[in-house]
Nanobody, 121 residues
Framework: QVQLVESGGGLVQAGGSLRLSCAAS????????MGWYRQAPGKQRELVAT???????NYADSVQGRFTISRDNAKHTAYLQMNTLKPEDTAVYYC???????????????WGQGTQVTVSS
């Protein structure tokens, strides 16, 4: 069984920074792509940033230049450094692990439970 546990959310003033972590646990062999998505009240879940096993990254236009995604393959952990936060960044942030190969079982995708990020103006 694979679990994704997010941490690092909280309340911050506009212009501040937060760092989110997503740790995947279980009998994991490799994870293809890890990413962060967010969902604000009344809105659909949207992509924030993704990173492949090889380190290629992709960002939403709204966070380009402010957020940085990284990962530690050995620890099956992804990070999201969020700088210059804006009130419109307020949302529940979800971690996604795509193409998770486990030692005994099928390759599949997993989602974390989410962590709240609130940016006050």
């Amino acid at each position: 069984q694979v679990q994704l546990v997010e941490s690092g959310g909280g309340l911050v003033q506009a212009g501040g920074s937060l760092r989110l972590s997503c740790a995947a646990s279980g009998s994991i062999f490799t994870i293809n792509r890890m990413g962060w998505y967010r969902q604000a009240p009344g809105k659909q879940r949207e992509l924030v940033a993704t990173i492949t096993r090889g380190g290629s990254t992709n960002y939403a236009d709204s966070v380009q230049g402010r957020f940085t995604i990284s990962r530690d393959n050995a620890k099956h952990t992804a990070y999201l450094q969020m700088n210059t936060l804006k009130p419109e960044d307020t949302a529940v942030y979800y971690c996604n692990a795509e193409g998770v190969k486990i030692l005994f079982g099928a390759t599949r995708d997993y989602w974390g439970q989410g962590t709240q990020v609130t940016v006050s103006s």
